[in-house]
């Protein structure tokens, strides 16, 4: 069965206290994985779509990783306004464009 | 990418009744998708709408419950029909313009009271 763990649930930052968020999955022929920015009473703001082991994307203080069972999304220097649930999502081959979500991490960045 | 509009954004309805939501789409896309989050939860597909054809429901959710159209390319609608408290999520619809990116409306909050 197709599942996605993230970790943790819930992650306090001191603004510029550099860290990591962690995606693991489990899918039966990976067609890609997503990460998303979800804000509260907001839909998910898609962030970044990787395909392969070892592909890296960037956007400003993001970065996510992926490994044949993890995806890691980095946040370098973070602000107040990054601030928010991040989700990740697979979708497998043959699923018809069905997304299998995490629970997410809401990471909180203080001043 | 694509520019998704959800009316309505917000409504609390009475135990029994239904409730509409409309998904337009400022581009023709294929495939539609509802989601449901469920207060602190993640989100869990609902069923797959393609144009001319009947939805594609995943196991969990009946026809009957969420009952979906899609007259054309751009639109769709999901109906939550004999609502109960339980039913009280946020609604999302999404879709792939030609990519593997699926971008989200902006969702309908719903509380059944």
């Known amino acids: 069965e197709d599942q996605v763990t993230q970790s943790p649930e819930a992650l306090r930052l001191q603004e510029g206290e550099s860290s990591s968020l962690n995606c693991s999955y489990t899918v039966s022929g990976l067609r890609g994985l997503f990460w998303y920015r979800q804000d509260p009473g907001k839909g998910p703001e898609f962030l970044f779509t990787?395909?392969?082991a070892g592909e890296e994307k960037e956007k400003e203080r993001l970065k996510a990783t992926l490994t044949k069972k993890e995806s890691f999304l980095h946040i370098t220097a973070p602000k107040p306004e990054d601030s928010a649930t991040y989700l990740c999502?697979?979708?497998?081959?043959?699923?018809?464009?069905?997304?299998?979500f995490g629970q997410g991490t809401e990471l909180s960045v203080k001043p | 990418s694509a520019v998704i509009s959800q009316k309505p954004s917000r409504d609390i309805c009475q135990r029994g009744t239904s409730l509409t939501i409309q998904c337009q789409v400022d581009s023709q896309v294929t495939m539609m998708f509802w989601y449901r989050q469920q207060p602190g939860q993640s989100l869990t597909l609902i069923a797959t709408?393609?144009?001319?054809?009947?939805?594609?429901?995943e196991s969990g959710f009946v026809i009957d419950k969420f009952p979906i159209s899609r007259p054309n390319l751009t639109f769709s609608t999901l109906t939550v029909s004999n609502m109960s408290p339980e039913d009280s999520s946020i609604y999302l619809c999404s879709v792939e313009p030609g990519s593997t990116e699926a971008f989200f409306g902006q969702g309908t909050r719903l509380t059944v009271v």
């Open positions: 990787l395909y392969s």
């Open positions: 709408a393609n144009q001319g054809s009947e939805a594609t429901y």
């Open positions: 999502a697979v979708q497998g081959n043959n699923q018809g464009g069905k997304l299998i």
